[in-house]
Structure formats: C-alpha cells, structure tokens
C-alpha cells in the first residue's frame, strides 16, 4: 500500500474535544483533570464521561507547566521479599494510581543512613511532590525525622505513635490481643518468638506482648529473637520444643511461625494439643497450613489508601494527624484452651 492510498490516522483527542462533547468550557475541563473541588459532581461526571469516550490522556508535562504540580510521589520501599514490606510497597503503589499520582519506587537492599539519604536525594532531583517512606527499621525512621528535603515525607509503619504525618497499623494493640486470646484460653506459660529488635514493629510486639502477660500477672519470658523469616522459627522452635515449658507461642510474623510449626511436628508435638501458636500479619497461606494458624490480620491496603490520603491533604495544606489503624484476631485451629491437652 503506497503513502497515497494509506487511510488517513485519526488525531489525538485534545481538551477542546472534550469540552465539546461535554458541553463544558476549556477551563471546567481543566479544572476537572486537575481535582478542583469546585466543580458540581455532575457536570465532573459528564466530563469524565467525555474522557473516556474519546480516549483523551492529559499531557502530564503541560500540566505540570502550568499547576507547578509534577503529581509524582516518591517512595522509599524496601527489596525485601518479607510479606509485610512488600504488602505495604504495593499498597502505596496502588493507591497513589488509584487517586491520579504517578509513583516513583526507590527499594533498598539495606536501610542504611547512607543510602536512604541517597534515595531521598534521587526522588528530590525528580521533582515528587511529596515522599511517602516505608520505615520499619529503627535506622530509617532516624533518618525521616532528621532529613530536610524540603518535601513532605509520609512515614509508613515505623512511626507508632501515630503523630504527625504518619501511618500505620497499631503494633502493640495486636500483640496484646494475640497475648490476651492466648490468656483467655487458660494460658499461663506463654513464650513470644520475637523478629529483629532493629525493627519498630517486632519492639511494639514485644511491648503488647509484656503488657498483656503483666496486666495478667503473669511472668514474660525470655526473648526469642529471629530475623522474620521461617529459617530462623524453625531454628527457635526446636529449642522450644527441646525444653517442653511452654503451653503456648506468640510468634511475631506468619513466616516464623511456620518455621515454629515446622520444628514441633518434627518433635512429635501437635498443634495444638500440646501446645498453641499464634502467628501476625495473616499472609495468605496462614488459613491452609496444617492446622490453619491464628493470626493478627493487618490491612495492608488500608495503609496505602490512608498514607495517599495523607499525601493529598498535606499537599492541598489540609493534613492532620491519621490514628492508627487497628488490627483484627483471626482465630483458627492452632490455638485451644489449656484444658483441652488433658481430655
């Protein structure tokens, strides 16, 4: 086919096409695409309506020009394969696509000060709007707090005292009421299988975990420390199993706690008949192991809807302080009251 006889290509809607078919002017389609707020919600339906039929996409490039607004986040993840890191990540992700901003993804191999300085230097060269940080290492929420970008920074999980411009799930309220449901079903000899007191979230745990167990007047016992991942669970658990004292284990993530479980079925011990094990973070295989593990469920995409959120209010000079987020008790086969290794 010869350059004379090809059809001719059909132009690349603009925003005068969707003016038109919407019956709007230049400017309300404008203001629709870039969120204003003061646009009735019908006539923003029937823009959005015009957008999609024609298949208009905004160049983000003039846009940017003109609202001084790149609408890029910047997050600062971890490229940890860990269940809750990555659940997070993704969570952000998501609702940063979901609510319009492209995002921006700087995973680390390691937290270190040196590094996350470098990543925040790197998404402050791209122009973000704002740096959403996934901070569950003690070291990297040090370095949120201290750093002066000149950019709002959202932290994400590390910080737990809910102030400021953070997010996260309460830690210390699941591991109390891991402890507590453990507690309820006549408990008394109660060992928790700690993650690595680097991290924010496994020191919260412990503290939930100490509260609940002095609240009942009941002696903590020593620290079990892993490093989150299964490998080091089995490794714990075999030494519990060894000593035989406990009647019952609250492990700090699902993954240790398969490696726990994992070690007593070696042992000859069943779960949980001799002995009960409560897992945190109810990852999606928690449910189909053998017995089904009780858990600390956290909502991961509640996390990334409410640190966007966060984002966008702080970013229109609107942002307050977000509490916590509570976590849920998901109970399974793998707990049984005390009474019940005696029948």
């Known amino acids: 086919m010869t350059s004379q006889s090809m059809p001719p290509s059909t132009p690349k809607p603009v925003m005068a096409d ?25 006539t923003k339906a029937r823009v959005q309506q015009a957008i999609e039929e024609l298949g208009y996409r905004p160049n983000t490039a003039a846009r940017a020009l003109v609202t001084r607004r790149s609408g890029i986040i910047g997050i600062v993840g971890s490229s940890s394969a860990l269940y809750g890191p990555s659940s997070i990540q993704r969570s952000v992700q998501e609702a940063a696509r979901a609510a319009g901003y492209f995002s921006s993804l700087v995973p680390l191999a390691e937290a270190t000060v040196e590094a996350l300085r470098d990543a925040l230097d790197h998404l402050a060269r791209q122009s973000v709007e704002a740096v959403v940080m996934v901070a569950a290492q003690e070291e990297a ?18 910080d737990l005292s809910g102030r400021g411009l953070s997010v996260g799930v309460d830690q210390i309220d699941g591991a109390r009421q891991a402890t507590q449901h453990l507690i309820d079903l006549g408990h008394r000899a109660i060992v928790h299988v700690a993650g690595p007191q680097t991290y924010t979230e496994a020191k919260g745990r412990r ?7 002095e ?12 490093d989150w991942t299964p490998a080091s669970g089995y ?25 726990v479980l994992h070690a007593f079925a070696e042992a000859g011990l069943s779960v949980p008949r001799d002995i009960s094990v409560v897992g945190f973070d109810d ?14 469920r956290q909502d991961f995409q ?38 019940e290794r005696h029948e």
């Open 283 to 296: 990852i999606p295989e928690a449910a189909y192991l053998n017995p089904g593990l009780t858990t600390i």
């Open 18 to 42: 969707v003016a038109r078919l919407a019956g709007v002017s230049h400017q309300t389609v404008s203001r629709v695409i870039n969120g204003s707020s003061s646009i009735r919600p019908a």
């Open 302 to 339: 509640a996390i990334g809807r409410r640190a966007i959120d966060l984002v966008a209010a702080t970013l229109d000079g609107s942002s307050a302080s977000m509490p916590l987020l509570a976590p849920e008790l998901i109970v399974r086969k793998s707990t049984a009251p005390w009474e």
């Open 235 to 259: 490794r714990i658990g075999c030494e519990l199993a060894r000593t035989a004292r406990d009647s019952a284990v609250f492990v700090a993530n699902d993954q240790m706690a398969i490696g």
């Open 207 to 213: 503290t939930g975990y100490e509260a609940a167990m």
């Open 141 to 158: 929420l040090a370095v949120a707090h201290s750093a002066d970008i000149g950019l709002p920074m959202i932290v994400v999980e590390g």
């Open 215 to 226: 609240e009942a007047g009941l002696v903590p016992g020593e620290l079990w420390e892993g």
